[in-house]
T-cell receptor
Framework: DAGITQSPRYKITETGRQVTLMCHQTWSHSYMFWYRQDLGHGLRLIYYSAAADITDKGEVPDGYVVSRSKTENFPLTLESATRSQTSVYFC???????????????FGPGTRLTVL | QKEVEQDPGPLSVPEGAIVSLNCTYSNSAFQYFMWYRQYSRKGPELLMYTYSSGNKEDGRFTAQVDKSSKYISLFIRDSQPSDSATYLCAMSYGLGGSQGNLIFGKGTKLSVKP
């Protein structure tokens, strides 16, 4: 299916375990983003990527690692999960070429992560 | 002070009511202003965008930006139960590259009762 997908949709893990959340988009958008959404904080940017092999930190990057070897994939890894990382994680993509028509961010359905 | 402030609600209105949703911001460098709608257990989707100050209308929705007051609004006329969702304001310094990164408000949860 075309669009942006995330997997898994739901994940329960334990403190200290490594977890990888996957994001895949079929539009060949250059920019991809990872956000977390928490009650009381709204959506906060974790990391973003301008192209394959180019990534940069957002507002709340600590405890997360990203990579982007292919344009269409942007996995997010929690190297040692903590309870404070319990959240809903959204991936988004955008062409980000400088026009409001192309810079719209399209969001995936989200991954609901619980760290016990 | 957070860069973008938005009352989280919840806001409950009867069907047909006019709804007003608002955000304030602190950084005058923001140039692009957006409203996203997020249904329960879904990702946000862009509803409307506005560049700089002024109004923009799209069907039952009107977005307003007052840069002098650092205040943006979204009005929904003739609200419908299908409008029940969380509305997030977002803004950016520019377009393209990191300038286009979005700063979001916390979102306002709206419920329209039949």
């Amino acid at each position: 299916d075309a669009g942006i997908t995330q997997s898994p949709r739901y994940k329960i893990t334990e403190t200290g375990r490594q977890v990888t959340l996957m994001c895949h988009q079929t539009w060949s958008h250059s920019y991809m983003f990872w956000y977390r959404q928490d009650l009381g904080h709204g959506l906060r940017l974790i990391y973003y990527s301008a192209a394959a092999d180019i990534t940069d930190k957002g507002e709340v990057p600590d405890g997360y690692v990203v990579s982007r070897s292919k344009t269409e994939n942007f996995p997010l890894t929690l190297e040692s999960a903590t309870r404070s990382q319990t959240s809903v994680y959204f991936c988004a993509s955008s062409e980000a070429s400088g026009s409001i028509f192309t810079d719209t961010q399209y969001f995936g359905p989200g991954t609901r992560l619980t760290v016990l | 002070q957070k860069e973008v402030e938005q009352d989280p609600g919840p806001l409950s209105v009867p069907e047909g009511a006019i709804v007003s949703l608002n955000c304030t911001y602190s950084n005058s460098a923001f140039q692009y202003f957006m409203w996203y709608r997020q249904y329960s257990r879904k990702g946000p989707e862009l509803l409307m965008y506005t560049y700089s100050s002024g109004n923009k209308e799209d069907g039952r929705f009107t977005a307003q930006v007052d840069k002098s007051s650092k205040y943006i609004s979204l009005f929904i006329r003739d609200s419908q139960p299908s409008d029940s969702a969380t509305y997030l304001c977002a803004m950016s310094y520019g377009l393209g590259g990191s300038q286009g990164n979005l700063i979001f408000g916390k979102g306002t949860k709206l419920s329209v009762k039949p």
